[in-house]
Every structure is written in structure tokens, then in C-alpha cells.
């Protein structure tokens, strides 16, 4: 075996490795803080049976619930998919019935800003580029232009236009949901914040600012307490009761724009909310109240829900004491936690299901609250690994929240394999009792935009050691994909990361919705080189083939002149007598 040959061999092996270990789903490559979770093998029906491929069936769902409604530069998911055969529980009000089918066509802003974290996280940029695009539509078109944005809109016509094609009307009177809320704007400025930073794209972190001075001028609220008020209800009446979990994503997001542009008004906003926050916490019982009922600074009592304790410990709003987040795990787990059994419509055998109930007042396993604490459970146990003996509980049950959505994912009734319902109850997971002051709202056991992406940032996050997989972290630290549509390019920079994962990041190429690795493109260029050295190759041996075969007809030429038994006859070469193409005849003189 020759150099040339030997080099060929070597080139092809390298290409075939490169092209049999590319991770197909993730764009940046990290290290797992947890070998022994790792790439557990479960997993939807779709795919191989891993974390990885039960987070891209829930992308693939996301993107589905986007396609389904909506015109292709500016859509929303779908939050709820309710099939045209799905049966309401017969004690379900007539009214409530006719309400509940009109779900189908809602696209709540909360829902959707989480669903284009996950799809940025999994390297969708494409599809979170038309969400923070129609978002962007929202707050700059909305009837009150003052930056507002209404909880949830219609998602067959996010966006209308005149008779001609010409003009957006405004959103205000095209939202399925006028009520303005604090929280969920919040949600929207976290998503674009994240997309500004993928894109450097001002417009995205314009419409978050706009929104952003909507909450801080017209919400705050000066009171001992300090924080910001709940927003208005659908007739535009101001509301002034507060939430924890408003309060803690307002911080998240005021922190999130101090990051990207280091103006002190925002550092004010993360500590009036975070002032909120940590009043909010009492020290008899070890958990967050869910708020106030009015303006007054007394906490609001009945019932008590997991997302105060669970989204305060994810948003950092209450750094007072970390004994506080331990105590408020603890609680959800005590007095919340649940299990719910389903015999699979299949095999006929009984699927457990382990999670948390929406609030002391609820029934019926919460599917959103379960991920959300399955990812708090997951960080927590890894923040005080080794320095307190709640760490192997807190691991424990996230891992049995985790087990959970997958058994979702995969046994669900109403699932479809990539999704997660947002129950498994056949009653469905009901927020409180109906007799209570707040409005009673029950989550159907149907396929759900937000138990979904809250489920992908948790298997994200048990399986990556990501802490931007927390859709409240500061994303201004994380290592940025700069992003254009159709061709982006990310860059690799050091991540300002306060914990000691094994965080790296590789450059990528993005063209449309997929993705390819940077040794993927090498891969193909030494592919090429392997297919031109092989064309050059080939070449050469029939150069030499020719060359051989001239030789030999010279070498028979030559023997027939000088054969035994030849007369002797004086014969004098000349060049014409010579093969012609042979280099070494001597030339005639």
C-alpha cells in the first residue's frame, strides 16, 4: 500500500466517524453534570428513548402547535390542543363546555415566550424568531399603545390586515384575552431579552423595554412592600392585589435588562420586586404566601400554590437567606405532592404518576407545576450537594417528576407522543375550589404548550447541567448565538457561570430551521478533498497504466530486433520505426 493510499484510508475513516457521532438535536455540545443520568434511555414513542430525544419530541410539538393557526411570518402556538372528539366531564356547566372548546384557538403570551426559549435552547431559531416577531407586533400595535400586551390572543389571526393586504390592525380589540398581567409580560420580556441577545437585533430588545416601562410606570406600587400590582382586568380596571410569581418574573426580567444595558432604572425594578418577594415569606411555615388581595401589605392566605415557592427559588427574587428555598421545597413536597395511576388503553399495565398539585386548594396533578418543580428540585439539589441531607431528596423526587413527564409524554391519554398533557386526572387539575375568591380554573387533561416547554427546560437542565435552561437565569451571562435568519453564525465566549459545570460550546452554522456543527462542516471539506485526491489519483494510475503499456511495446520492439535465428541484416533505427509516444527515444539529430 502506497503514501497516497494509506492517506486516502485515513481520510475516509475520519469522515465516517465525524458523520456517525453528530448529536442531531443539539446545537451547542455540553458536558452532562450527571453521568449517571445522563442519557438515561427514556423517552417518547417517536425517538430513540433518550432525554434528548424526549426534548426534541416536545420541540417537534411546539413547532407543530405554531403550524396549526396563524400565517407563516407572524404565528403563535396554540396553547391547548383539544380534539374534536374529546369529551368534557359531565358535571362541566353547558357555558363552561362552550368556553372550554373555545381554547382552541388561544395563544396565551406566557405559553409562548417559554415555548421560544425551548426552541431557541434546541436550536429552532427560526420558529422562536416569528414568536418574538409576532411578539413584537403585540406591544407596537396594541390599541392603547403604551406598551401593554393582553394575556393571550387568537391564535388563527394574531394578525390582521385591510381588504388589500396593506395595513396591520391594531391588537387591543384581537386578543381572546384582554386582561393585562404583570407576569406574563414579564414572561415576553424575557424571551425577547434572550432573542436580542441571539440576533443583536434592537427591535427585539425595544419591545422588551416598552414593556418593561409599561409594568415600572404604570404598575409600581409604593408601599412599604414596594413590588408591582397584578395589571387590569378585562374591562381596563386597574387590579391591585400583587403575586409572588408576578413579582418574581418582573425581577428576573429588570435583571435580565440591567445585564444587556447596564441602566440603573432597571437595578431599582429588580429591588422593588425583590422587597416584594421576600415579604412574602413566612418564617412559622416555611413557605411564600401567593400575595396580596388588594394594596394593603397583608399577605393573602387560602391556599397557598407551588409556583410561589417554586418560580421564587428559580427567579433568585429572594436572596434574604437560602434556607428559605430549602423550607419552601420542603413544603411543596409535604403538603403538595401527589400520585395519580392511569392503566394504559394498550398494554393494559398501570402507569404511575408522581407530581404536585397546583395550590392546598387544588385537585388533580398539575403537569405545569410538576416540571417547574422538577427542574427547582433538580438545581436546589445540586446547589447544596454535600452541604445538607435535603440534597437526596430533593434529587430524588425531581428525578420522579422527571420519570413522570416522560410516562406523559409516552401514556397519556390525550397525548400524541411528543407533547404533555397539561393533566392526566380524566377531571382534569383544578387551581382551587370554585367557592374561593379567586376565579376557579381547571387545566383539561389535554396536550398543553406550557407543561411542555416547562418539561423540555427540566430534561434540558437534568441532562445539560444548563443552568440558562431556567428561563429566569440571566441569560446577558450566557455565551451568546449570534443568529440572522437563514444563515446564522454563533460565537464561542466564556460563560460567566457561578457554578462549577463543565459548560462548552461549540461554533455552529445555522441555515433555515437546521443545524450544522462545526465538525460537520469540517467533515464535509475533508470529504471533498477525499473525493479530489481520489480524482487525482485515479488519474495518475491511468497516466502510469499508459506509460507501462508504451514501455512494453518498446521492450518487444527491441527483442524482435535482436531474436536468434534472425538473418543478420544491418538495420539502422529511425524515429519512425520507435513507438511514438515513448519519452525516453532518443531524439533524431
Avoid at 397525548?415 to 383544578?430: C, K, L, M, T
Avoid at 444563515?487 to 459548560?503: E, I, P, Q, R
Wanted: proline residues 3%; aromatic residues 12%.
Amino acid at each position: 500500500m502506497n503514501t497516497r493510499t494509506l492517506v486516502l484510508a485515513v481520510i475516509f475513516l475520519i469522515v465516517c466517524s465525524t458523520y456517525a457521532q453528530i448529536p442531531s438535536w443539539l446545537q451547542v455540545m455540553r458536558t452532562p453534570w450527571s453521568q449517571s443520568v445522563g442519557d438515561k434511555k427514556i423517552g417518547c414513542r417517536n425517538k430513540s428513548g433518550s432525554y434528548a430525544g424526549a426534548i426534541d419530541c416536545i420541540s417537534t410539538f411546539l413547532q407543530d402547535q405554531m403550524n396549526m393557526k396563524g400565517t407563516p411570518e407572524f404565528s403563535l402556538a396554540q396553547t391547548f390542543r383539544i380534539g374534536w372528539d374529546y369529551v368534557f366531564p359531565s358535571s362541566m356547566p353547558a357555558q363552561d363546555v362552550t368556553a372550554a372548546y373555545t381554547l382552541g384557538s388561544r395563544a396565551d403570551v406566557h405559553d409562548n415566550a417559554l415555548a421560544a426559549m425551548v426552541l431557541m435552547l434546541n436550536g429552532k431559531m427560526d420558529e422562536a424568531r416569528t414568536i418574538c416577531d409576532t411578539f413584537v407586533l403585540m406591544v407596537n400595535l396594541d390599541s392603547n399603545a403604551d406598551g401593554r400586551t393582553r394575556t393571550a390572543y387568537y391564535a388563527n389571526s394574531p394578525v390582521q390586515r385591510d381588504y388589500d393586504g396593506s395595513t396591520i390592525l391594531t391588537y387591543g380589540a384581537n386578543a381572546i384575552d384582554q386582561t393585562v398581567v404583570t407576569g406574563n409580560m414579564a414572561y415576553q420580556i424575557l424571551a425577547l431579552g434572550r432573542f436580542y441577545l441571539h440576533t443583536h437585533d434592537y427591535k427585539y430588545l425595544q419591545a422588551a423595554i416598552k414593556i418593561a416601562t409599561f409594568i415600572k410606570n404604570n404598575l409600581s406600587v409604593n408601599t412599604a412592600w414596594s413590588g408591582f400590582s397584578d395589571g387590569y382586568d378585562v374591562n381596563g380596571t386597574f387590579v391591585s392585589s400583587r403575586s409572588t410569581e408576578g413579582n418574581a418574573a418582573v425581577f428576573a426580567a429588570a435583571r435580565l435588562l440591567y445585564g444587556i444595558t447596564g441602566d440603573a432604572k432597571w437595578s431599582q425594578m429588580m429591588t422593588s420586586a425583590s422587597v416584594f418577594v421576600s415579604n412574602m415569606y413566612t418564617s412559622d411555615q416555611g413557605f411564600y404566601y401567593t400575595g396580596t388581595a388588594d394594596s394593603s401589605d397583608k399577605w393573602k392566605t387560602t391556599f397557598p400554590t407551588s409556583s410561589a415557592q417554586v418560580w421564587t427559588l428559580l427567579s433568585g427574587a429572594d436572596s434574604t437567606s437560602t434556607d428559605r428555598n430549602t423550607n419552601a421545597l420542603n413544603w411543596v413536597l409535604n403538603n403538595l405532592q401527589i400520585t395519580e395511576y392511569q392503566t394504559d388503553d394498550i398494554t393494559g399495565n398501570t402507569i404511575q404518576y408522581s407530581g404536585v398539585l397546583f395550590s392546598t386548594g387544588g385537585s388533580g396533578l398539575s403537569s405545569e407545576q410538576t416540571a417547574s418543580a422538577a427542574l427547582a428540585l433538580s438545581s436546589q439539589s445540586y446547589t447544596i450537594l454535600g452541604k445538607d441531607k435535603n440534597s437526596a431528596v430533593f434529587k430524588a423526587a425531581s428525578e420522579k417528576f422527571l420519570t413522570t413527564l416522560i410516562n406523559m409524554q409516552t401514556y397519556a391519554l390525550r397525548g400524541d407522543g411528543h407533547g404533555i398533557v397539561a393533566a392526566v386526572n380524566p377531571s382534569g387539575s383544578v387551581t382551587w375550589p370554585s367557592s374561593a375568591a379567586n376565579d376557579n380554573t381547571v387545566y383539561q387533561p389535554v396536550l398543553h404548550v406550557a407543561s411542555s416547554a416547562w418539561a423540555a427546560l427540566a430534561l434540558y437542565y437534568i441532562r445539560s447541567g444548563n443552568d440558562f435552561a431556567n428561563p429566569y437565569a440571566d441569560y446577558s451571562k450566557q455565551s451568546i448565538t449570534l443568529y440572522t435568519p437563514n444563515m446564522a453564525v454563533s460565537k464561542s465566549k466564556t460563560a460567566d457561570l457561578t457554578t462549577n459545570y463543565d459548560y462548552t460550546i461549540e461554533y455552529t452554522f445555522s441555515i433555515g430551521a437546521s443545524t450544522i456543527s462545526l465538525t460537520m462542516i469540517i467533515g464535509f471539506f475533508v470529504l471533498i478533498g477525499f473525493i479530489v485526491l481520489s480524482v487525482l489519483n485515479i488519474k495518475l494510475y491511468l497516466k502510469n497504466k499508459e506509460v507501462v503499456k508504451e514501455n512494453a511495446q518498446e521492450m518487444e520492439y527491441f527483442t524482435r530486433l535482436q531474436s536468434p535465428g534472425t538473418p543478420t541484416v544491418a538495420v539502422t533505427p529511425t524515429l519512425a520505426d520507435a513507438p511514438r509516444a515513448n519519452p525516453l527515444w532518443p531524439r533524431e539529430e
